[in-house]
């Protein structure tokens, strides 16, 4: 079964400091993708990054940096200075790219982050 | 990436009644999707739309309860039915973004309908 886990319900982190956001997934296709959403409490969904299960290097947008270690299964979305507009909901998801689900988006619970000044 | 235009942002409407969301992309896509949200909770796949053809529902979704038109390439609506305080939600359409040369936008989402039934 496909499936992604996020064992973080909420964060809190220093204005300007790093944060990790925690998210481990379980599939048995060879070829998928790897995503991370922002949500604020406007509801919107926010892409911020992606990582192919083929790319060698992490991806990296901005601020943003996802940390992806295949054997182990896990994609971290690391936020760098953290900004207070950074307070939102995080989303990992993952999309097959064989097999009966492709195209569909599978979401983690997400992780609730709250950055202090 | 694909800019979605999705309407009504919010609503709240009696149980019983019927409310029909609209999303309209600016650029033309094979698939578009439908999703709910509700309170609290992570985003749940309630259907994919084919231009031409019927909605694949996932497990759980029925067309009955939410009937969804795909009228062209660029347009889509999700009605939910004969409803009741369990459907208040927020209700999200999605599109996947083709690669843009070197970079991936992943998939777009409309702001979201924001649904109270009572």
């Known amino acids: 079964a496909q499936k992604i886990t996020q064992t973080q319900p909420g964060m809190f982190v220093q204005e300007k400091e790093a944060v990790t956001l925690d998210c481990t997934y379980d599939?048995?296709?060879?070829?998928?993708?790897l995503f991370w959403y922002k949500q604020p409490s406007s509801g919107e969904m926010i892409f911020l990054i992606y990582q192919g299960s083929y790319d060698q290097q992490n991806a990296t947008e901005g601020r943003y940096s996802l940390n992806f270690q295949k054997a182990r299964k896990s994609a971290n979305l690391v936020i760098s200075a953290s900004q207070l507009g950074d307070s939102a909901m995080y989303f990992c998801a993952m999309r097959p790219f064989y097999g009966g689900a492709t195209n569909k988006l599978i979401f983690g619970t997400g992780t609730l982050l709250a950055v202090q000044p | 990436s694909a800019v979605i235009s999705q309407k009504p942002s919010r609503d709240i409407c009696q149980r019983g009644t019927s409310l029909t969301i609209q999303c309209q992309v600016d650029?033309?896509?094979?698939?578009m999707f439908w999703y709910r949200q509700q309170p609290g909770q992570s985003l749940t796949l309630i259907a994919t739309?084919?231009?031409?053809?019927?909605?694949?529902?996932e497990s759980g979704f029925v067309i009955d309860k939410f009937p969804i038109s795909r009228p062209n390439l660029t347009f889509s609506t999700l009605t939910v039915s004969n409803m009741s305080p369990e459907d208040s939600s927020i209700y999200l359409c999605?599109?996947?973004?083709?690669?843009?040369?070197?970079?991936?936008?992943?998939?777009?989402f409309g702001s979201g309908t924001r649904l109270t039934v009572v």
């Open positions: 999605s599109v996947d973004s083709p690669p843009d040369r070197d970079n991936y936008y992943g998939y777009t």
């Open positions: 599939t048995s296709d060879p070829s998928y993708g």
């Open positions: 739309a084919n231009q031409g053809s019927e909605a694949t529902y």
């Open positions: 650029s033309q896509v094979t698939m």
